[in-house]
C-alpha cells in the first residue's frame, strides 16, 4: 500500500509520514503542488493526502488536474479551512474525503482505511483484460474505451468468462452460469451466444480475446 503526502510544512508531514508507517503504509512525501501531481501522475500509489494550501499548485488545481487526466487515485483533502464551502469545493474538484485541520490522526487514519476498503471494493467489480472492462455491478462493457450494448445473456456469459479468471470454462459450465439449467439442453445455444459475444468484443479489435479450446470449452485471455 502505497500513500503520496502533498504537503508544505515539513513538521505536518513528518507527523503523518511516521503515523501511516507504523500502520503499515509506504510513504512518499512531495512538498508542493506541481511535484505532487507529478508524482501522483508518475502512479503507483494507492491513496493520496493532499493539503489545500501548496505553493505552486494548490491541492484543489492539482486533484482537477489528476482527474481531468484520467486518473482515478484516492484523494483525501486536508485543509487548515474547515468551512463547508471549501469542502464542497475539495469534493467538487474530485477529491474523495475531506479533513479539516486539525485533525485527530486516529480519525484520519479511520477515513483512510475506508477508502481503501471502498476502493478494493470496487476494483473488485470491475473486471479487465488487455483493452476490454466489464463492470459487474452496472454491466457496463468497455473494448478500447468504447462502449459495447451487451444483452443480458451477452453480459451473463462474459462475466462467467471473466470469473474464470482465463482458464477453461465447460459448456456445461457456461449453460449452468448463463440459463441456470443443470442440464446440457444439447442444441448450440453456448456456440451462438459466444459467436454474438466474439461480434460485438472481437471482430473489430485485436487480439481475439475469447479462444475455443477443443473439446474442452472456452477462455478469455490474452494468448492461447
Ligand atoms: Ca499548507
Known sequence: MRLLIVEDEPKTAALLGTALKQEGFEV???E??????EEAIRGGFDLLLVDIMLPGLDGLGLVRELRARGHATPVIMLSARGEVEQRVEGLDAGADDYLPKPFAMSELMARVRSLFRRNSQQKAMVHSIGDLT?????RETRRGGKRI???TRE????ECLFRAEGSVVSRR???SAVWEYDFDPGS???EVYIRRLRDKIDR?????LIQTVRGLGYALRLHP
Request: no cysteine.
Open 28 to 30: 512518499a512525501w512531495a
Open 32 to 37: 508542493d503542488g506541481i511535484k505532487g501531481l
Open 134 to 138: 466489464f463492470d459487474q455491478a452496472t
Open 149 to 151: 450494448e451487451l444483452s
Open 155 to 158: 453480459s451473463l456469459l462474459l
Open 173 to 175: 459450465d457456461i449453460i
Open 188 to 190: 448450440n445455444l453456448v
Open 204 to 208: 473489430e479489435a485485436s487480439p481475439s
